[in-house]
């Protein structure tokens, strides 16, 4: 066994990490947070799923108030992201800022977002899934398949 070798071992499957991302995020949905949490304490190397990894984590802590937790994993993935993906993660962050008391940073981090100049302001955003799991995993398969 070489040493390139030897590395690879200790990674994850990209897969599972899909899986526990996919589950952390339908958790959230469901305003589970602490369930959220514990499929993302269980991954030991995202590697490239890291900004999701980061954004779910921050929505957890954000959805269990605990902001000031929340801002670090939030900014991590603001930065990972490249703009304009980088949305969701800054109003979470902008909004965990808010809620700590932090009201110069909130208004620096909103400011930052590129909202069409259509919206009204005070709009409720709607903010899309980042995986989206077929209701029938046996159809979903065999599609392909056939």
């Known amino acids: 066994m070489t040493t390139e070798d030897a590395g690879t071992e200790t990674r994850m499957n990209p897969q ?14 469901l305003g589970l947070p602490n369930y959220a949490l514990a499929q993302l304490n269980n ?5 490239p799923f890291a900004p999701i990894a980061e954004l779910f984590r921050g929505e957890a802590l954000q959805a269990q ?14 930065q990972m992201f490249p703009a304009p993906f980088n949305q969701r993660a800054l109003l979470a962050l ?6 700590d008391g932090q009201i110069q940073l909130a208004d620096q981090t909103a400011a930052e977002l590129q909202m069409p100049d259509d919206v009204p302001v005070g709009t ?6 980042i995986f989206h799991i077929a209701k029938s995993a046996g159809g979903r398969i065999s599609e392909g398949h056939n």
């Open 16 to 29: 599972l990490i899909v899986r526990r991302l996919a589950a952390a995020e339908g958790y959230l949905e």
């Open 43 to 47: 991954l030991t190397d995202p590697g």
């Open 65 to 78: 108030e605990k902001f000031a937790d929340a801002i670090e994993p939030l900014n991590r993935a603001a």
């Open 94 to 99: 902008s909004n965990c800022y808010r809620r």
């Open 124 to 129: 409720k955003l709607i903010i899309a899934p």
